[in-house]
């Protein structure tokens, strides 16, 4: 499955979508963490909050930038279809809250791994399923 994705990443028809998905989600992912940073070691939240907060910001920022840049051929456009739009990709991406805060948990409690990493591992686990979600349904 991995040496799948890595392949369409170079080749394939969804090779230049698929490669835009992955920098917008890596730039989200890099606000996503200072934004956990910052809630957990400056405001003094639980990084299971923070978490959550840092998770729904970086859901609005994404579909911005996706919608704009990844889905171009295909976005959404009018007033109407681009709040449906924002809508579904919340469906979509506020179903892999649970896989991403279960990760972290599960790599912070029970692996004493530092949060700032397991919260890494959590976006990349999770990236995969909102990927083809996303891809699927809200630009679908």
């Known amino acids: 499955m991995i040496r799948a994705f890595l392949r369409n990443l170079h080749e394939g028809p969804f090779a230049l979508q698929l490669r835009r998905f992955v920098i917008v989600g890596t730039i989200a992912a890099g606000v996503q963490m200072a934004l956990l940073w910052f809630l957990v070691d400056s405001v003094s939240l639980n990084y299971l909050i923070g978490a959550t907060i840092a998770i729904e910001t ?15 051929a295909i ?26 805060l279960g990760v972290l948990f599960a790599l912070v409690e029970w692996r004493s791994v530092p949060y700032l990493a397991a919260n890494a591992v959590a976006i990349v686990i999770s990236g995969i399923y909102r990927y083809v979600l996303d891809a699927r349904w809200t630009w679908g």
């Open 75 to 100: 976005q959404n456009t009018g007033t109407m279809a681009y709040l449906y739009g924002l809508l579904k990709t919340n469906l979509v991406r506020g179903s892999a809250i649970p896989i991403q």
């Open 58 to 72: 970086t859901i609005v920022f994404q579909y911005v930038l996706n919608n704009a840049w990844t889905f171009q």
